[in-house]
């Protein structure tokens, strides 16, 4: 079974082509990948209409370039998979759009998919790729949640974020930082140059009973520091800079462990954007060493959103089920989308 994925929610447009067959993990064959970031930096943020018009533009070249890549016809593909939601309405209907009329046209089932559990097993298209159940620490965009994932559709929401996703902390404090769009990176670069022991920033709800996150107060924090250092020197928002991603792995890595040990598992993996980062890596391979647990990470390429977890999430889900295969072409996206209603 070959699957084509369309990925649209918001900034970035991607396409892939996957192979599954039996019951084996499913094998990543070639995925492309548009990113809207130059554009949407003059603005300082994504712009919606911005960003379905490129998604528009490119979602069609992209798919011509992975089937020429894999020298895949169209009519080899057997199913068609896009990204259904959350996500910007605009963008997500450019994907649903595109996936729905090819697949009409070539008379193959389509299958949405929730972005989100794209995320969550990305993992598997890794040299390493995890086995169920595992914790799942999901760090994406808008989205800081801890979920106890036992199959392909069993997750169990254990803990998110109250306020502020852990994303919108790196890049909020980069927006005040001057260091622009998008910031997480652009932060995790300047912490390399700071001492994160220079400023005391709170660890919101580090020692709560509960699994949830806050990282508003974090924020506010770096403010009123910037605002006491008045003109601040380029050392000082170096170690600002670290002293904020320190505060932020600190939280993210004691929940982590904090769900392993409550969830008697002893396999996390982790997903999304923020997954990136090499602090968060280095902190968390340290505790899961000390703990006797195992980690896990999707390839850096595929941190980001992209057409090969979309690909790869319809896969999972039909060799489980092959009747969420339909050839009702008519769609709807759903930008507010809760994981345990997919």
């Not at 970035?12 to 082509?17: F, I, K, M």
């Not at 852990?166 to 700071?194: I, Q």
Request: proline residues 5%; contains cysteine; negative net charge.
């Amino acid at each position: 079974m070959i699957v084509l994925g369309v990925e649209s929610s918001c900034d970035e447009t991607g396409v892939a082509l996957v192979h599954a067959h039996a019951d084996a993990v499913p094998v990543l064959l070639a995925h492309t990948l548009h990113s809207q970031t130059d554009m949407h930096r003059a603005y300082g943020g994504v712009v919606p209409e911005l960003a379905s018009r490129d998604h528009i533009r490119h979602v069609l070249p992209l798919t011509r370039e992975v089937l020429t890549q894999t020298g895949t016809s169209l009519n080899a593909i057997d199913v068609v998979a896009y990204t259904k939601g959350p996500g910007l309405a605009g963008a997500l209907l450019v994907g649903a759009g595109v996936a729905c009329a090819l697949a009409a046209a070539l008379d193959r089932p389509v299958v949405g998919v929730h972005h989100l559990e794209g995320h969550l097993l990305s993992p598997f298209l890794s040299p390493d790729p995890p086995c169920f159940p595992y914790i799942a620490l999901l760090v994406s965009g808008g989205h800081t949640q801890l979920m106890q994932v036992d199959d392909v559709g069993r997750y169990r929401l254990l803990g998110e974020t109250i306020d502020d996703a852990a994303g919108e902390a790196f890049d909020k404090t980069a927006k005040m930082l001057g260091l622009g769009y998008p910031g997480g990176p652009a932060l995790a670069r300047l912490a390399a140059f700071g001492n994160a022991q220079s400023f005391d920033l709170p660890r919101p709800l580090l020692h709560s009973a509960n699994l949830d996150f806050s990282f508003a107060g974090l924020k506010t924090a770096v403010m009123l520091q910037l605002r006491k250092c008045g003109n601040a020197c380029e050392q000082d928002k170096a170690d600002l800079a670290a002293a904020t991603q320190a505060a932020i792995v600190d939280v993210l890595v004691h929940k982590s462990m904090h769900a392993l040990r409550s969830s008697g598992l002893q396999r996390i993996v982790v997903a999304g954007g923020v997954g990136a980062n090499q602090h968060l890596r280095a902190r968390l391979n340290e505790k899961c060493t000390e703990q006797g647990a195992r980690v896990h990470y999707p390839e850096l390429a595929l941190c980001t959103d992209n057409g090969a977890m979309i690909a790869l999430a319809a896969a999972m889900r039909l060799q489980r089920d092959s009747s969420l295969a339909r050839r009702d072409y008519a769609f709807n996206v759903l930008p507010r989308w809760a994981l345990e209603t997919a």
